[in-house]
């Protein structure tokens, strides 16, 4: 289940132990992955979601066809993942861009 990239985590606590702060640093992109995956790999996670997650008028307007017509999400010849549920996962990213303050329009574009 890999994200595709590095990433390191930094987070800062207060006196109370309560968290105060942090950001994520991305050092690493594994750049052979995105345009090609092992059998049975598959590419970035948001690009399954997409396809899974979204209705009808916003497939649309992205230009988001069926999944197998996506080149770069056919490579490793695995669109489906027993135990992944990419439209459920897909509401969750939501969930999470709105809980970080990201409005719809910022989400969306």
């Given at each position: ?16 132990g309560q968290p105060e702060g942090g950001k994520v640093s991305n050092f690493l992109l594994e750049k052979s992955r995105v345009t090609s ?73």
């Amino acid at each position: 289940n890999s994200s595709r990239f590095g990433k390191y985590v930094e987070m800062q606590f207060g006196a109370g132990g309560q968290p105060e702060g942090g950001k994520v640093s991305n050092f690493l992109l594994e750049k052979s992955r995105v345009t090609s995956q092992n059998p049975g790999e598959r590419s970035f996670h948001i690009f399954y979601q997409l396809c899974c997650g979204t209705d009808q008028q916003t497939k649309r307007e992205l230009g988001l066809v069926q999944m197998e017509l996506f080149l770069y999400l056919s490579g490793g010849g695995s669109h489906k993942v027993e135990g992944i549920n990419d439209a459920h996962d897909f509401n969750e990213t939501l969930k999470a861009m709105s809980v970080m303050g990201l409005g719809e329009k910022q989400q969306s574009d």
